[in-house]
């Protein structure tokens, strides 16, 4: 008896469960696919490709976990449209790691003015360069788009942080400590919008069950941005409300005293913990694939979809990350 043909381009888990969808990211987002080496993601790769070109289980000499496991870890290292192999440290392998270096960084050295900028630039960078790394291959974002949400989102995540840091100054030591987040959380509010202004203007595509096209919505468009915009702002959160306090816990205990030296590598600890679980568990907090009733899209959208499909109740869009 031939055994059932897997999808994998679809999710191993059911995506409408909250569950599911955190068992999905878990795998994404696994820090350790960073290690893996080039013969590693190369054997992946040839599984993938001779199993999509028809090949059974049993031809390549693998289990159903065994497939999962190589496709995952493709899907970590190659584009999923061109499947060119992606920069490293843009791979959504990479986000716990370099997030939890940057993140540590800049809530140790949170009272220099130079520093600040320094590390929010970094982070806004490093933002960037995860943004062209995993652009769509069908339509990617010009470079101009890049540029201009890059310069945005880095003006506005120090203008933030050097603001609040003069008014943090008349508070208690925490509200310092905290200025980092809110200026994260700044910068993914001008960001977000400016990365995906295209959509904003033109709407996001609908499709229906089997993924064919059947218009552009606005409205479903500022609805996908919004709730990428809380999980990224949620997303940070843990570790940068945690580290501070359990720091400024220590610091009142002159527990660090003797040793100053340790207050970086504590904080990059927390944040690296943090974010191995924030990290997956907030990007499920949203479906990636959003059913809308018809009804809910603007008039003139629902004339454009009843038009191509007179049935429909409901249609897709792809919220993004």
């Not at 990224?232 to 009142?252: G, H, W």
């Amino acid at each position: 008896m031939l055994s059932k043909k897997i999808d994998i381009d679809k999710p191993r888990w059911e995506q409408s469960t909250y569950v599911g969808r955190a068992r999905h990211f878990l795998t994404v987002t696994n820090p350790l696919n960073v290690f893996a080496s080039n013969s590693e993601l190369e054997r992946a790769k040839e599984i993938v490709t001779k199993y999509r070109k028809g090949a059974s289980l049993d031809q390549l000499g693998i289990t159903e976990d065994e497939l999962w496991k190589n496709k995952y870890l493709y899907d970590s290292a190659f584009h999923p449209d061109t499947g060119e192999k992606m920069l490293l440290v843009g791979r959504m392998s990479a986000q716990v790691p370099m997030n939890m270096m940057i993140t540590g960084c800049m809530m140790t050295f949170y009272q220099s003015t130079l520093a600040v900028i320094f590390w929010q630039w970094c982070n806004q960078s490093f933002n960037a360069v995860v943004n062209y790394t995993n652009r769509s291959g069908s339509s990617p974002i010009p470079v101009e788009t890049l540029g201009i949400s890059y310069l945005g989102a880095t003006t506005g995540a120090v203008a933030t942080a050097l603001t609040l840091n003069k008014l943090a100054k008349r508070g208690p030591a925490l509200a310092g400590r905290l200025v980092p987040l809110a200026a994260v959380a700044a910068a993914n509010c001008v960001n977000i919008p400016l990365m995906r202004f295209t959509e904003i203007k033109d709407g996001i595509e609908l499709q229906n069950e089997r993924g064919d096209k059947l218009g552009n919505s606005r409205k479903a468009a500022r609805e996908a941005i919004a709730s990428v915009t809380i999980s990224r702002i949620l997303m940070a959160s843990p570790s940068m409300i945690l580290a501070p306090v359990i720091m400024n816990a220590l610091e009142k205990r002159n527990l660090l005293a003797k040793a100053k030296w340790a207050a970086s590598p504590i904080q990059v600890a927390i944040c690296g913990v943090c974010l191995t679980f924030a990290t997956p568990l907030c990007c499920a907090l949203f479906a990636q694939r959003v059913a809308v009733p018809v009804d809910r899209l603007e008039e003139d959208v629902q004339q454009v979809v009843r038009a191509k499909h007179p049935s429909a109740n409901i249609v897709y869009y792809n919220k993004g990350l």
